[in-house]
Structures are given as C-alpha cells and as structure tokens.
C-alpha cells in the first residue's frame, strides 16, 4: 500500500541494519539517540527523505523477548585476557599473583531497558549480571624462598552496565557503524573459590587480595564487552553499504538524512533514496523530480515495520537512467518470439503498413523504442502510475545490412500498479 508510497517487507538492507541495531543490546528506542549525517554529495539538493522507515513498538517488543538469548550468546564468548597483579602485606609478605585462561561460563541478564540521552546517543542499562567465571590461580612469593602455589578458581559475580551507543554513517566507506562512548561497568559483588590441595590457605589469599581482583576484573570485562560487542555488530555492518552500485554507471544512496522523527509507539528513521550517475552525478531538477513530506504512520497499525517511499525515489532513478541512455531499447527480430501473430518483417508489418510489403518485400525490421522527455512516477494509496512521452523508429534492413528508415511511432506511455508487501 502507498500513500506516497507505503511498502512493508523484511528483507531489504536498511532493514537488516536496524535488526543488527537492535540485536546488540536495543531494548527500546527514541530515534532521537542516533546521530544522523547528511549525504556528502554537494550536488544534492534532497530537502525531504525518499524513504522514512517508520518501527513500532509492536517489533520493540518482539526484539525484547528474543534478543536476549542472542546477545548472552554473543557475551559468553568475550575473550577476557589474562591478569596479574602484586600484593604486599605483614602477615604473608609480598606476593604476585595471576588469572589465566579465563572463561565466561555462564551469564543471565536479569533485566534491561534502552532510553535516548540528547546530544549523545542511546543510553542502555543493564542491571543483574550474573556471571560464573572459571580460571587458573596462581601465586608467587616475591622473596625467597618464592614458596608459590596455584589450583583453579570460580569466580561468582553480579555486575551492572550503563552504557551510551551512537549510529553513524562513514562518509568515506559508506558504512554504517556504531560506537560506544561512555560506559560504565560495576561489579556489585563478587565471590571467589579456589580448589587445590591448600585450598583453605588460596582461599585466604583471594579474600585479601578481593578488592584488587574485583577491580582489575570489573576493568578487563569492561574493555573487553565493549571491543568484542562494538567488532561484532560493525563487521556485520560492513556487508551493509549506504550506497548501492545499479549497475551502467549508476548510484543508489541510501544516505541517513538529518532531523529524524520520534513519535508515540514508533522510532522514525529518514533515508535518501537519491539514484544518480557516479561518473557525473547532477541533482534530478525539482521540476520533475517533486520531492514531498511523506506521511505518518497510523498510531496502532499492528505493523511491526512500515516503510514509507516517495515518489521521488522513482523518478530520480527514472531521470538518472535517461541521462545514461537506459530507456533506449532496439528491438530485432530474434528478440520476436516465432509463434507471435506479428513478427519482425516487412510482410508481417505490411499488414499495418501496406506500402512496407510492396516497397520492400520479404525484408526483416528492428525497431528503436526510446523516451522523448522524463517519465514521471506518483504514487497514492491505489498504487503507482508512471507516464512518459516516447517513440519507436522502425528501419528495414537491406542485404548489405544498412538500414532504412521507414516510420515512426510517437505516442504517450502509461503503466500502473499496485504493490504489496507483507510479513
């Protein structure tokens, strides 16, 4: 359905970004929390988006119940480094210390919620982080007679992380990424257990040395969530480009625009939709292509994704395309299937045309079909309608394959259609 152009479907680029978006760690949105960038095409005179990709909370909530289980999937498999650290003390002396081969073996997050900061991105919170962690514990006395000892520890956790994520478009790359800038991750408490044959004596070790372990964990886990969550999602973005290769030369953006829109139920995210010819890229004029506010999403439309698309969108691409000669087509007489009632020939044609058959008798023809102004495309809410001005040349082909030109066909094109899409 369109009003300007309404389409819904589920498997277009702008809609897998969002996905992969979501997936890492969106609860809810407020499309105010994304930086947006304007199109870095100084030719471009785009006031009004092509695309305005409109999503609800009807699909917030479906990502709520099933994001989880992948993004603690996706947190188990954090590589954690190895620590080490020194301890001075009365009673034991001083000591060094180390965890190796740290492992996340379990992690369950208990509850979350996503809210816009102004100015500075999406504010996620995570709250109740359970963590079960094993490693291997060792220690060393820094004096002789360097009595050293070591077992395998499991480390019990509960942690919080209050985090700021921004989307952002590469105006080099054309990639869309996302970047964290701030976090702030607190390890509410934590317990450690050590098994050896000394355990009771590694045991009073981890309880002294407690604070400094909980610490330098807490900053490992921190570093470490955010370089393997931030590589994760971007590496799935770069097979996401904003702009698309059409093939003959030309350029399909779809470029974040500014001034994004948040309503009531619904994150609103606005997009270019601009077609142009890469090699010499020229604005298509507002006289033909007219650009237009698209419309709201209804409050309650049960959609979980509604993308809105301008006619703009069309005709931009309809204007690039005759600028590159891609309306022109020859048509020969191959290209007539054998059991059509007309065919390609002079005896054929001499039915419409009687003077082809007298003047040139048994004479194959090839045709020139090509459009003489823009085509124009305007989509309503019945469909699409695109009309243009064209003509086809018909030519006679000699023996000596030269060409004479017999007639031409001028007349205006009209085309319409309804499209649907559903999931």
């Known amino acids: 359905?369109?009003?300007?152009a309404k389409m819904k479907r589920n498997n277009s680029p702008i809609s897998i970004l969002f996905a992969l978006i979501l997936l890492s760690n969106i609860g809810r949105l407020d499309a105010s929390s994304f930086l947006y960038q304007t199109p870095a095409r100084e030719f471009s005179n785009l006031s009004q988006p092509g695309f305005k990709i409109v999503l609800t909370n009807a699909a917030i909530q479906y990502i709520e119940t099933s994001c989880i289980p992948a993004l603690t999937n996706l947190l188990k498999t954090v590589p954690i480094g190895d620590m080490s650290g020194s301890y001075g003390a009365p009673v034991i002396g001083s000591i060094n210390w180390q965890l190796t081969n740290?492992?996340?073996q379990q992690i369950s997050l208990a509850s979350y919620t996503a809210a816009s900061s102004p100015g500075n991105g999406l504010q996620i919170n995570v709250d109740n982080i359970n963590l079960v962690i094993t490693a291997n514990w060792g220690w060393q006395e820094q004096n002789w007679p360097h009595v050293s000892g070591s077992g395998t520890a499991t480390i019990n956790a509960n942690a919080k992380d209050d985090l700021t994520v921004q989307l952002l478009a590469d105006q080099n790359t054309e990639f869309p990424f996302i970047r964290v800038t701030t976090q702030n991750f607190n390890i509410n408490s934590m317990s450690i257990s050590?098994?050896?044959n000394a355990a009771w004596l590694y045991n009073?070790?981890?309880s002294i040395l407690h604070s400094q372990i909980q610490s330098t964990i807490s900053t490992a886990l921190s570093t470490a969530i955010v370089q393997h969550t931030t590589d994760g999602v971007n590496n799935a973005l770069q097979t996401i480009q904003l702009k698309q290769d059409l093939g003959a030369g030309l350029t399909f953006d779809l470029g974040f625009l500014p001034e994004p829109e948040s309503n009531p139920g619904s994150i609103v995210f606005l997009l270019s939709g601009e077609t142009y010819v890469k090699a010499h890229p020229v604005a298509c004029p507002t006289t033909v292509c007219i650009q237009r506010a698209l419309p709201d999403a209804p409050a309650s439309s049960g959609n979980m994704?509604?993308?809105?698309?301008?006619d703009f969108v069309a005709n931009s691409a309809l204007f690039s395309a005759?600028?590159?000669?891609l309306l022109e087509l020859w048509i020969l007489p191959t290209d007539v299937p054998s059991n059509s009632p007309v065919q390609l020939t002079t005896d054929s044609m001499g039915t419409y045309v009687p003077a082809l058959k007298s003047m040139y008798p048994g004479k194959q023809m090839k045709c020139h079909s090509y459009t003489s102004d823009n085509p124009n495309a305007v989509f309503s809410t019945t469909g699409a309608l695109i009309s243009s001005k064209g003509a086809i040349d018909c030519y006679v082909i000699q023996n000596n394959s030269t060409n004479i030109f017999v007639f031409t066909l001028v007349g205006n094109i009209t085309a319409s259609a309804t499209v649907r899409f559903f999931f």
């Not at 359905?1 to 300007?4: D, G, I, P, T």
């Not at 994704?305 to 301008?310: A, E, F, K, N, Q």
């Open 305 to 310: 994704l509604t993308v809105y698309i301008s």
């Open 322 to 325: 005759q600028s590159v000669s």
């Open 204 to 206: 009073l070790f981890a």
């Open 102 to 104: 740290i492992q996340i």
């Open 194 to 196: 050590i098994s050896s």
């Open 1 to 4: 359905e369109r009003n300007n």
